[in-house]
């Protein structure tokens, strides 16, 4: 059996089909363990003035090279109100 001109043209679209399906699952897999999305970090400007925050997100960007850290100056107040709302509500900061 020999495949047409017409079937091979399709052999090789579904295969790349097939190949897209299986990273979109592998991608989705991997966003639903955390390892692939944004991660906003809310921080008190006393804990910009220390060498801790820019460990911390380089020590995390080095284990999750997938996931986005998004930097957002916030008084502790306002973290609490955003953790508690499920969000937050300023532009994060450069890093």
Known sequence: ???SAAGRS???GARATLARATLAVE???ATAQGR???VVVGFDGALADTLLLPGI???FR?????VEVRLRPLPSEEQVAALR???TTRRPAAM
């Open 57 to 59: 997100v380089q020590a």
């Open 36 to 38: 692939i999305g944004t």
């Open 10 to 12: 399709f052999l090789e």
């Open 62 to 66: 080095a284990r999750h090279p997938r």
């Open 1 to 3: 059996m020999k495949l």
């Open 27 to 29: 991608d989705a897999r």
């Open 85 to 87: 709302d499920g969000k």
